[in-house]
Every structure is written in C-alpha cells, then in structure tokens.
C-alpha cells in the first residue's frame, strides 16, 4: 500500500508541531489541550 504522506511532508508537518497517526493523518495538540494534559 502507498503511503499518503510522504516523508519530505511528514518531516515538514512534525516541525511544526504534527503528529503522524498512521499512514494517513496528522493531529496537532492546540495549547489548552497540551495545558491540561499536564
């Protein structure tokens, strides 16, 4: 099976704060989130 996202993109999506979930989604936690999480 092909991947969705590339690795040239998955590298550029992970620096700016994306998370690659499986082959074909990112999500990327907004501050409230990350605060009530710690």
Same mark, same amino acid.
């Given at each position: 099976? &092909? &991947? =969705? /996202?590339? /690795?040239?993109? =998955?590298?550029? $999506?992970? &620096? =700016?704060?994306?998370?690659? /979930?499986?082959?074909? @989604?990112? /999500?990327? $936690?907004?501050?409230?989130?990350?605060? @009530? $999480?710690?």
């Amino acid at each position: 099976m &092909r &991947r =969705q /996202v590339d /690795v040239q993109k =998955q590298e550029v $999506l992970e &620096r =700016q704060g994306y998370r690659i /979930v499986g082959e074909h @989604s990112g /999500v990327k $936690l907004c501050h409230w989130t990350k605060a @009530s $999480l710690t």
